[in-house]
């Protein structure tokens, strides 16, 4: 079952949120206004009433703590503080999700990750890099399908992967907007684990893929669209969901989204596990998009054909609610973004990391639990 964040909290939250939509207003926009006005307030109280030669020391101490609690700039990929205003390139590495090929590497690092299904029912991993992360070791790295490639489109990225089918690597061939790094043509930048069973092996770096970009003069700058980002909200104002789970139709794929009200996450388990990076640590997210879209298997192989272009169902989970949605990306090199169903407006995330569940419309819809329902 799905509850709109709007059903489960009070009514002076639902009186607040239409006087928000009357007026045209967001919460980042008010969450503005009131720091402004009691930035304005403190200045004028300490300018009559604090003594003349304590004053600067006071303002300064004043406004240096608001900037510390605001953002002069923040990633167009996940909204986190960052030191300037300039998109820096974005590096998407195929992620191996099959049983043989965990624990993965590298991915709670990412900005980004998309998750679908590469054949049968196993789903693969799109994980998008801040070009300045830091991961000693990414993987394993695997092949490209054409949907997953569509997705790197919309950040006009350096595309890292093992081969892939006929089709995607056709379109890699002719699609200038993505820089292609295939590991069959470009080895030195790949390495593989004898810890690990083939094909299950193959492994990249930050290091090495920073070295790829610098070797063949790839621009550094980028101009994908951004999301709209905004504070966290207090815990008070959190939601009361307990869990989400996704149906893939694999018992070692199907996964659950524990939410963690004290630290405002998303813990992740896969068929039944937590799902646990090599060094112990389980993954994590702020936000959760699931996309529904047409999806249907093309050869006996299990391979599929993936929608990732037009508009269909989604559902955001961010903060313990969950709210009805619609996905929408109009072409290849625009960004897939969601809208609330209830007031029409686009979702705003919480910054941090995002995963973006990508279901066939076709498949069982998302189990929520709730703590009113234990």
């Known amino acids: 079952m799905v509850k709109n964040k709007s059903s489960i909290t009070n009514g002076a939250v639902d009186k607040g949120k239409k006087l928000l939509k009357k007026f045209g207003l967001t919460p980042l926009m008010i969450w503005i206004g009131v720091s402004g006005f009691s930035i304005v307030m403190v200045a004028t109280l300490l300018i009559v009433f604090w003594p003349a030669g304590q004053l600067d020391n006071v303002v300064n101490d004043v406004l240096s703590n608001v900037n510390n609690d605001e953002c002069e700039f923040r990633s167009n990929l996940d909204g986190k503080c960052v030191e300037n205003d300039q998109n820096t390139l974005p590096i998407v590495v195929m992620i191996d999700n099959h049983v043989d090929a965990r624990p993965p590497e590298g991915i709670d690092e990412a900005s980004i990750v998309f998750e679908a299904i590469a054949e049968g029912t196993i789903t693969r991993l799109v994980a998008v890099f801040d070009m300045n992360m830091e991961p000693t070791d990414i993987g394993p790295v695997r092949s490209a399908r054409p949907y997953f490639v569509d997705y790197a489109t919309e950040f006009g990225a350096v595309y890292a992967h093992v081969g892939g089918s006929d089709e995607a690597l056709s379109i890699l061939q002719r699609r200038k907007s993505v820089y292609d790094l295939n590991e069959f043509s470009n080895a030195a930048y790949f390495w593989r684990d004898p810890a690990r069973v083939a094909p299950h092996s193959v492994m990249t770096s930050s290091e090495l893929l920073k070295r790829a970009i610098e070797t063949k003069e790839w621009s550094t700058q980028s101009s994908f669209g951004s999301w709209i980002f905004r504070p966290e909200v207090d815990k008070e104002d959190r939601g009361d969901m307990i869990s989400a ?130």
Do not use: C
């Open 245 to 374: 789970r996704i149906d893939y139709r694999s018992l070692v794929h199907n996964i659950t989204w524990v939410y963690d009200n004290e630290e405002n996450v998303y813990w992740r388990s896969q068929g039944g596990l937590k799902h646990k990076m090599a060094d112990g640590t389980q993954l994590s997210a702020k936000n959760i998009a699931i996309v529904y879209t047409e999806s249907t298997p093309i050869d006996d192989y299990g391979r599929r054909r993936t929608t990732t272009i037009g508009s269909g169902k989604a559902v955001v989970l961010q903060e313990g609610y969950a709210i009805e949605a619609k996905w929408q990306r109009d072409n290849l090199n625009d960004r897939t973004r969601f809208y609330d169903n209830e007031t029409g407006n686009e979702i705003n995330f919480v910054p941090g990391q995002t995963w973006i569940e990508v279901i066939p419309d076709h498949f069982p819809e998302i189990e929520i639990k709730y703590s009113d329902e234990e």
